[in-house]
Nanobody, 122 residues
Framework: QVQLVESGGGLVQAGGSLRLSCAAS????????MGWFRQAPGKERDFVAR????????IYASSVQGRFTISRDNAKNTVYLQMNSLKPEDTAVYYC???????????????WGQGTQVTVSS
């Protein structure tokens, strides 16, 4: 079993930056990829980005492409989400996830973190 713990959320002004971290523990050798999702109030949880655990293949939602960067440090079993040029519409609870899959265009994951709040003020 894998456990995920996020950190780094907070309040930032529009145009600012934040970096989220997610530390994995437990059976980390079983992880195939890790990613980030977000859920705004009253909305469904949406895919944000994913990175493979072997190799450096990453994919992004179109809404964050060019502004967000996902990266990882395998030695620390940690994945990061660098968020630049933040907009008020980026406000959400951000969830770290392991073993992200996509089926019929819908993303899901095998393991979830507890979430961290990101608030972008205008």
């Amino acid at each position: 079993q894998v456990q995920l713990v996020e950190s780094g959320g907070g309040l930032v002004q529009a145009g600012g930056s934040l970096r989220l971290s997610c530390a994995a523990s437990g059976r980390t050798l079983s992880i195939s990829n890790m990613g980030w999702f977000r859920q705004a109030p009253g909305k469904e949880r949406d895919f944000v980005a994913r990175i493979s655990w072997i190799g450096y293949t990453s994919i992004y939602a179109s809404s964050v492409q060019g502004r967000f960067t996902i990266s990882r440090d395998n030695a620390k079993n940690t994945v990061y989400l660098q968020m630049n040029s933040l907009k008020p519409e980026d406000t959400a609870v951000y969830y770290c996830a392991a073993d992200v899959t996509v089926r019929l265009g819908k993303y899901d994951a095998g393991t979830w973190g507890q979430g961290t709040q990101v608030t972008v003020s205008s």
